[in-house]
C-alpha cells in the first residue's frame, strides 16, 4: 500500500469552503435538514402517534440505512437532486395506531 504524505495546509485547503457564499449554502442547508428532521420526529410522534422510540429508530433507519444515504451515494456519483422526504410510518401501523380501543 502506498501512502502519499500532504501538507496540513493541503489538507485544510481541499476540506474548507472556498469562499463565503459556498459556507452560506453549507450551512444554511446543514439547518434545513435539521428542521425537516425535527418535522419529521414531531408528525411520527404525534400525527401517526408512533411510540418515541419507534420514531427515532424510523428516522435514524431512513438516514443511515436507506433513503438519505442512497440519495448521498448518489451525489457521490455525480447524481445530483432534492433529497428524499422524511420517513412515514406504513399506512395500516397509521390506521391501527388511530384505533379506539374497545370499552369493557
Same mark, same amino acid.
Given at each position: 500500500?502506498?501512502?502519499? +504524505?500532504?501538507?496540513?495546509?493541503?489538507? =485544510?485547503?481541499?476540506?474548507?469552503?472556498r469562499?463565503? #457564499?459556498?459556507e452560506?449554502?453549507?450551512?444554511? $442547508?446543514?439547518v434545513?435538514?435539521?428542521?425537516q428532521? =425535527?418535522d419529521?420526529?414531531?408528525? +411520527?410522534?404525534?400525527?401517526?402517534?408512533?411510540?418515541?422510540?419507534?420514531?427515532?429508530? +424510523?428516522?435514524?433507519?431512513?438516514? +443511515?440505512? $436507506?433513503?438519505?444515504h442512497?440519495?448521498?451515494?448518489? #451525489?457521490?456519483d455525480?447524481?445530483? $437532486?432534492?433529497?428524499p422526504?422524511?420517513?412515514?410510518?406504513?399506512?395500516?401501523?397509521?390506521?391501527?395506531?388511530?384505533? =379506539?380501543?374497545?370499552?369493557?
Amino acid at each position: 500500500m502506498d501512502f502519499k +504524505l500532504i501538507r496540513l495546509s493541503e489538507l =485544510v485547503a481541499k476540506h474548507t469552503p472556498r469562499t463565503l #457564499a459556498e459556507e452560506e449554502e453549507y450551512r444554511r $442547508g446543514y439547518v434545513d435538514g435539521w428542521v425537516q428532521a =425535527v418535522d419529521a420526529m414531531h408528525d +411520527l410522534m404525534f400525527k401517526y402517534r408512533m411510540p418515541r422510540q419507534e420514531a427515532y429508530d +424510523l428516522a435514524w433507519d431512513h438516514g +443511515l440505512y $436507506g433513503p438519505l444515504h442512497d440519495w448521498k451515494l448518489r #451525489a457521490e456519483d455525480g447524481q445530483f $437532486g432534492f433529497p428524499p422526504a422524511h420517513p412515514k410510518p406504513e399506512q395500516q401501523d397509521k390506521e391501527s395506531r388511530n384505533r =379506539v380501543p374497545d370499552q369493557q
